[in-house]
């Protein structure tokens, strides 16, 4: 488990700070989410809960383990996936596994028998005699997974490691990270996709500009945000448009319809179906629903209608 | 795998680390034969010549050859040799490429001419001449009225310590020596000191075996250290009659030399190499394997290990300082090994780790101040170039911008006062690559500074000094790294 208490980062002086006065848990056997825009704070946030940088103010624990004070302990349980993982480039990767195992106490042939089953299983075994410059970017992310797993951490801290994954990267990665939540690991995800978000994350927590401002339950996703009516009508033209725009905003893309900023009640949906119908406009779908996290997340970070 | 072990094999098997240690050991070894063949300093044997004279007479003319050698025995050519009668010179000439010069004077008397040599006119001055038999008519070594044979110790080639006789044989018509039977003793040095020298007998000498046939020849007798304390000499006798044609007269062949003198020999040898070497090993090698790491973000895969950062700093820090440990202990060793010939004794492993230590603590200070400046910045342009100019002020134009334009330039200070001694004294304390010159001047006792030379104590160098500053080169920059490793991102 990981407890973020009141985490704050300011780079240098006179500059705004990175993240300001977090406060989040990552609870065993949980994923929890990490959305926001570019520069929001997610990788500096995730960078300070693995003790690569320090923070400003407030703290991190890992199982009980400040990851300040008390670094050793604490990293004992992180495993860390970046982006862009980046090592020594003519480094030999059994040999670096083997360098960072001895970090965990893992010797001898206790280190490579682990590090045979690792690179195996994330497929990288059969390159092992290349150097890790000659690895490309998918290898390397796996490589990093393997790195990360190397002493059976408890907590994962995925930061954008999704980015640049083909499909089956991304369904092999959410696969594995569903593994991580089962055995009851948990597991920190940052990412841009936030439809995988919302296929994997119990939670999913929004930072904009450094502060926290929200944090969604599973069961909130799929109501979220302001209700708007979705339709279909098959004979649409402009009559319809006028009639629905009594109601509401419409936005048409072909025959299909998403009436916002509705002028009634959700429960009254029905009047604007009635109205259409008289007007003798064949209606194939009428459903009430929420926005859809996309919306909900570009509406609270303040971007909707373009970055 | 331990991580220290890791980080010291990758610096030591590193491209540049595996570049620098063949270096810094090929030229190690390159430097000390050069020191063994040519020696270091003007009053050293290859920069000592000797002039050897003989003559033949002939139907009323002196056919006189002269011989001019180093101090190694090896012939010297274009020495210039003049003759003269009652101190009025009458033939001025040089030596050949074999060292020899030939002339003639014609006179039927017994007055013959005497020898003067010059000194050499190509040659870096001082040179120190040995004359030959300055006076042939009464010096000259004869086998019989028409031939001489000269006997000059010399050293053996490549040693300062080593010593062996030249022959050098003039006979009638240019004919080469007879052969002749070579018969050493060795005698306690009281025993030797005896003005006549009595044991010049076959009988009771040790036998060399023949010689001949030579117009130059040598002769060496086997030395060993129990030959330390002892003198030689040496006769040659006629192989037929065993009568005693030359001798030399009692003379110490195996010198020691002080462990003192030959330190600072080689610490002077070695600073010149590794005052070069070492700075340029620490500053990249703490680059490459920390600096580059850390700004390139190679070092974050390390840092979310059970690991402190502080930890891996010292870590690497140590890898850096132990292979330029490995580079110098290894080179010094080979050096050490290379110059016993020419030193007659090799140096105790205590003074090679003395010199280690000095250029150790070099290295750790270039290393420190590259760390330091990782850890101040994230550009590796920074970094790196922060080290070359390191490298550039301290190590190369230190002398030039602090004694030449500062000191001398813009204060005025007059190279020869005393106050300029103490303030470069000061100056080397302040540069990491000044420490060579201070702890060799603590063992040596002297400091130069400015065009003047001082008592190292009348300029503050003490033990206690020197060791202060050693001290604070060797932990302080790196302390300051350590501490913020553990505060700064």
Redesign the interface.
Known sequence: MIEIRGLSKIYGRNQVPAINNIDLDINDGEILGFAGLNGAGKTTTIRIACGIIFPTGGKVSVDGHDIVKNKVSASKNIGWVPELPNFEPNAKPVLLLKYYAGFYGIKGTEAEDLIEKLMKQFNIWDARNKKLKNYSQGMKKRFSIAAAMLGDPKNYLFDETLNGLDPEGVKSMRNFMLQLKKDGKSVFLSSHILTELENVADRIAIIKRGELIKILDRDELPNLGKSVVKLKIENLDGGAVAILQKYGTPEVTGKDVVLRDLAFKPSEAHIVNNELIKSNYEVSKFEISGEGLEEYFLDLVGQKGGI | ???I??DLR?TLTGKFTILLIVMIVGFTALGAHALSSNGSGNATPSNTYHTDVGYYHSNGTYHIVTYTFDGYGTPVKDAPITLSLNQTKFINGTSNSAGFYNATYVSNNSKIPAVANAYLPNASSPISIIPGFAFLQTNMSRINATTSLQITLVNQPGSLVYKMYNLFYVGPNDSKSPQLAAYYGAYNTSRAAFSAYPYLNESKMTSLGTVGGFYTSSLKIPLTNANQNKTFTLGLFNTTTGKLVNSHPPAALYTKISQTNQLTIVFAFLSGLYGFFVPIMAIFSSYLYYGK?RT???L?????????KSRILASRFVAVILSIFIALLISISVANILLEQYFGQLLPLSEILGMVGIFLVVSAAFAGIVLLTSQLSRAQGTVLGVGIVLFIVFDLLWSFLILDLLLFDVFRLSPFSPSTGRITAILDAINPAGFTSLASSLYTGTFTGGFNSYSASAVGITLVSVSIVGAIWLIVPFAITYYLSR???
Do not use: F, I
Not at chain 2, 300 to 308: D, F, H, K
């Open positions: 795998m331990s991580p072990l890791y990758r790491d390139s973000g190679v974050e895969s390390v840092a979310t290990r059970p690991v402190t505060t700064r991102d």
